[in-house]
């Protein structure tokens, strides 16, 4: 009899060690998951929109292109600058850079691209902002 108590507690203490990894398992799953989620939720909350994010780029594209082209350049970065502030987003740069005409006139096209890429996420107020950046870009590219 005895020995037969003997195994039982055995048995239990096995059954104890399988509980205790199982609860230290889930544990640690349920953290990992709550990790991920605040890691994931973060990073959306943080990141600008798609649309934001290119009109920061146009913006500085921009201001690395030199050549006034008579005042259109700097009408376009502002309406840009205007845009991404109602989008929550700092855009910034003196609007000045040193290229050659042809280097700025690819500066002012690849703006206009991403713009054009940034329209069909925005809307209202933002999206008549780009809307007259790109008015502006084409003049600027009109102008020799």
Known sequence: MR?????WNVWEDNENENDMRINLYRSFVGLAVVGFMLSFG????AAPSPPAGLLVQ?????????????GHRIAAM??????????GVDV?????GH????VSDAQLRTAQGLLQQAQPGLSGKPLRHVNKALQQLSIALSIK
């Open 78 to 87: 502002k309406q840009i600058e205007a845009a991404a502030k109602l989008l």
């Open 92 to 96: 910034h740069g003196d609007g000045k």
């Open 3 to 7: 020995n037969h108590s003997l195994r």
């Open 99 to 102: 290229e050659h005409q042809g």
């Open 58 to 70: 146009a913006y500085a594209t921009l201001g690395r292109a030199d050549h006034d082209y008579k």
């Open 42 to 45: 973060q990073s959306l909350v």
